[in-house]
């Protein structure tokens, strides 16, 4: 009898788990903002802080949980997302801590508050691990997320403005910003639309000076999403939720079908829009002039404007900072903590520091994309590149208005800054994007054993 061997060059093994890479890694995650969080109290008090000891515990409680769940339910998923989430959280907890300090600034003690919505922000980011088995489930839902996103951008309409801008809705006595859970369901929409419409988007145009100019059927969609954008800037004067909403549509778009032009089309609609309404709306109008001269309250005796506390907070910074809990971010004062909070970072930190906390928010987009690149369905495919692009986006707008790039937006600093709706909008944006990324590194199912490779019986005949 003779053995044949199966000689198939298909192989089950996968990416390794690197489970124990990201314990390892959360460990750092939780030291760093714990020695921070005593800087602070030294600098501040001459003393260790007396909930040092609660808060390293508290963090690293919340750390361990969130790794046993992935290990147990995600245990191919991306091993730096969720240090570089504990960090940038735990971080964001000291800096809010740090604010609080300083009697001057409005809102009283915030970093109990922000500590609470983390955990239930991490409570939700292992109810999706826990629940949601399969990414592809959401693609079900693409009409329904797009009524659901549409209605809970039209609420805050109804709501009185805060600050100048109808961004919340406040529902006995808790107050919940929309927007930060849109974004997630609208990349749904547009991962499950595209996925259908991209052969037509792609192929379907004609060329002209270089460029594939689409056709005049297929720009409704485009035109539709900046119409809303639009409206979005006009009756809620929120220039952040209508930035991302219409860049999270475009990058999407060019991603699906590869064509230049969706990009040329976005941008020339949305400078278009954003000049026309800031024409005429008077919130629009205030932040583009704050934008173009920052000094021009002083120059008119009216003091210092916070777009210009903040340019003088990242330069008294200089390289390395002034050292936690050293800077004078209570001159800023209102939005210290969720508009500004970069600012203190600056300052506190130095270029250094800022670099850094950039760089993390970089690294977590670009594992973001390389779960993209890597999902082996489309739709998967999509929703991460949707998903980073939107925490891309959100990091962009804030951070270019807060160092005078482009005009401020209102929005907050994911994970950074003061804010309950975005913090746990942003742990679940991670838990679908280990989702994806468990999916994507999963190893591939063993190939069933062909009829040819059975050994051969040999019968002996007398």
């Not at 297929?218 to 809620?236: C, H, N, T």
Request: hydrophobic share 55%.
């Amino acid at each position: 009898m003779s053995v044949v061997t199966n000689t198939t060059t298909i192989t089950s093994v996968g990416a390794p788990s690197r489970r124990n890479t990201e314990l390892a890694l959360l460990v750092f995650a939780v030291l760093i903002p714990v020695f921070a969080y005593a800087n602070v109290g030294l600098a501040k008090k001459g003393t260790l802080p007396a909930g040092m000891l609660a808060y390293g515990l508290g963090l690293g409680a919340i750390a361990v949980v969130a790794h046993l769940v992935v290990r147990k339910f995600a245990p191919y998923a991306d091993p730096l997302m969720l240090p570089i989430a504990t960090l940038l959280n735990g971080m964001g907890l000291v800096f809010i801590w740090r604010l609080d300090q300083e009697p001057r600034l409005p809102g009283g003690a915030s970093a109990p508050t922000q500590l609470m919505w983390s955990t239930l922000g991490v409570a939700l980011f292992l109810g999706v691990l826990v629940f949601l088995k399969d990414h592809r489930i959401l693609q079900r839902y693409t009409y329904i997320s797009m009524v659901v996103a549409l209605v809970l951008l039209i609420l805050p309409v109804f709501f009185p403005p805060v600050y100048g801008a109808r961004i919340w809705i406040t529902i006995a006595g808790m107050s919940i910003q929309p927007g930060e859970f849109v974004k997630i369901i609208i990349a749904v929409f547009f991962a499950g639309y595209l996925m259908v419409k991209r052969d037509a988007l792609a192929l379907a145009s004609r060329r002209f000076m270089g460029m594939y100019l689409p056709r005049g059927r297929d720009l409704g969609p485009i035109l539709v999403i900046w119409a809303l954008s639009i409206l979005i800037l006009v009756f809620e004067t929120d220039l952040g939720t209508s930035l991302l909403f219409f860049g999270l549509f475009v990058i999407m778009l060019y991603v699906a079908t590869e064509r230049t032009s969706w990009i040329v089309f976005g941008l020339l609609l949305s400078v278009g829009g954003a000049v026309v309404v800031g024409s005429f709306e008077s919130h629009v109008h205030s932040r583009v002039e704050d934008w173009l001269n920052p000094f021009r309250t002083i120059e008119a005796g009216q003091g210092a404007s916070q777009p210009a506390q903040a340019m003088w907070a990242f330069g008294s910074g200089g390289l390395f900072g002034s050292g936690l809990g050293q800077g004078y971010s209570r001159l800023i004062g209102f939005a210290a903590k969720s508009d500004y909070i970069l600012a203190t970072v600056g300052e506190e930190l130095g270029l250094a520091g800022l670099m850094g906390i950039l760089l993390l928010y970089a690294l977590l987009v670009e594992r973001g994309a390389r779960t993209a690149l890597a999902a082996r369905d489309p739709f998967g495919k999509l929703l991460a590149i949707g998903l980073s692009g939107a925490f891309a986006l959100q990091v962009f707008v804030v951070a270019g208005g807060v160092t005078g790039l482009i005009p401020l937006t209102g929005m907050t600093m994911p994970f950074l800054a003061q804010g309950g709706s975005s913090v746990i909008a942003n742990w679940a944006l991670v838990a679908i994007l280990l989702r994806i990324s468990d999916t994507a590194r999963r190893p591939a199912p063993t190939p069933a054993s062909s009829p040819d490779a059975e050994p051969t019986q040999v019968v002996r005949t007398q």
